[in-house]
């Protein structure tokens, strides 16, 4: 039996957690507490809207530099979304 573990990323903010969620196939979204600001493509697009503010869906925040969101993905809390496990082979 082979497993396949899926993780989302989160940073802690002023505005509340900032979070990088795998979505469907394949695809991740973007929250900031409980808006939703954008799907993405790539974990690394999904980051780098995280990173620089500009993301698909307005987010109201004035000055977003000043959430200190870091720009390296290893200073975000990883963690295990999912695990699918395969009983047989595909």
Avoid at 50 to 58: L, P
């Amino acid at each position: 039996m082979s497993e396949t573990v899926h993780h989302y990323y989160t940073f802690l903010t002023d505005a509340g957690p900032l979070a990088i969620l795998p979505i469907g196939a394949p695809g991740w979204r973007l929250l900031l507490a409980k808006d939703d600001l954008g799907t993405y493509d790539t974990l690394e697009n999904a980051f780098i809207a995280a990173v620089t503010g500009e993301t698909r869906i307005g987010h109201g925040i004035a000055d977003w530099n000043a959430l200190g969101i870091p720009g390296d993905i290893d200073s975000w809390q990883k963690k295990v979304f999912m695990k699918v496990a395969r009983l047989r082979p595909a």
